[in-house]
């Protein structure tokens, strides 16, 4: 039988062109447009592979790792991406992933990524994996960064609000009140020392919860 595979980008042509090239090899069983579908399709599918892209609306590629390694440990992540930036992969890795693509890389990159995962290895893309990432599969230690710091639901507030979204918006998509969707974000602030949403939108930015 072949490996079960999930597929999330927020780019339709994207996800439809991966199950093409997957499809001979695995099965690929849902495709998504944000993490938090994906993470849903995780529960209803339980497959061994989770393609992630970094940028996803709701909650970006980063945070569904984190959040797949917590109800998940055993299923294989890997990211296809086009961020190249050292602070990406550092973070990817951190999160749990197997892999690390680079979208504009040749297809045989992911299709070599998914394999080594389910063999219980690391694959990074050629050129990435030069420019220092080495030491992160080494364990190596960093700095923990202000963002680092904040809970998991202050993330999600944090980039459903950068993302522009209403407090009755982000609510129906946390299962908050609007309440306590404001609530969230006057703590954030506070704790962040910011004054408005252009601000936090920066913040958001500058740490990679959302592209900028």
Same mark, same amino acid.
Do not use: C, W
């Given at each position: 039988?072949?490996?079960?595979?999930?597929?999330?980008?927020?780019?339709?042509?994207?996800?439809?062109?991966?199950?093409?090239?997957?499809?001979?090899?695995?099965?690929?069983v849902? @495709?998504?447009?944000n993490g938090?579908?994906?993470?849903?399709?995780l529960?209803?599918?339980?497959?061994?592979?989770?393609?992630?892209?970094?940028?996803m609306?709701?909650?970006?590629?980063?945070? @569904?790792?984190r959040?797949?390694?917590?109800?998940?440990?055993?299923v294989?992540i890997?990211?296809?991406?086009?961020?190249n930036?050292?602070?990406?992969?550092?973070?990817?890795?951190?999160?749990?992933?197997?892999?690390?693509?680079i979208?504009?890389?040749?297809s045989?990159?992911l299709?070599?990524?998914i394999?080594?995962?389910?063999?219980?290895? @690391?694959?990074?893309?050629?050129?990435?994996?030069?420019?220092?990432v080495g030491?992160?599969?080494?364990g190596?230690?960093?700095?923990r960064k202000p963002s680092?710091?904040?809970?998991?639901?202050?993330?999600?507030?944090?980039?459903?609000?950068?993302?522009?979204?209403s407090?009755?918006?982000?609510g129906?998509?946390?299962?908050?009140?609007?309440?306590?969707v404001?609530?969230?974000?006057?703590r954030?602030m506070?704790?962040?020392?910011?004054?408005?949403?252009?601000?936090l939108?920066?913040?958001?930015i500058?740490?990679?919860?959302?592209?900028?």
């Open positions: 039988m072949k490996p079960k595979v999930v597929l999330a980008d927020d780019h339709t042509i994207v996800t439809e062109g991966l199950k093409a090239l997957l499809q001979p090899e695995f099965q690929v849902a @495709t998504v447009d938090r579908a994906a993470i849903r399709a529960r209803d599918f339980s497959p061994a592979v989770v393609v992630l892209d970094i940028s609306p709701q909650l970006n590629g980063i945070d @569904t790792a959040e797949i390694r917590k109800f998940a440990p055993k294989k890997v990211f296809l991406t086009m961020h930036e050292l602070a990406y992969v550092q973070e990817a890795f951190e999160a749990g992933a197997s892999g690390y693509v979208k504009h890389s040749a045989i990159d299709l070599l990524a394999r080594r995962a389910l063999l219980g290895r @690391t694959y990074i893309t050629p050129g990435v994996a030069d420019n220092g030491a992160v599969l080494r190596s230690r960093r700095t680092a710091q904040l809970t998991p639901r202050q993330r999600d507030v944090l980039q459903l609000v950068a993302e522009g979204r407090a009755k918006e982000a129906a998509i946390l299962n908050l009140s609007p309440r306590t404001e609530f969230h974000k006057y954030l506070q704790q962040l020392n910011l004054r408005t949403s252009a601000q939108t920066q913040y958001a500058k740490h990679r919860i959302i592209a900028g």
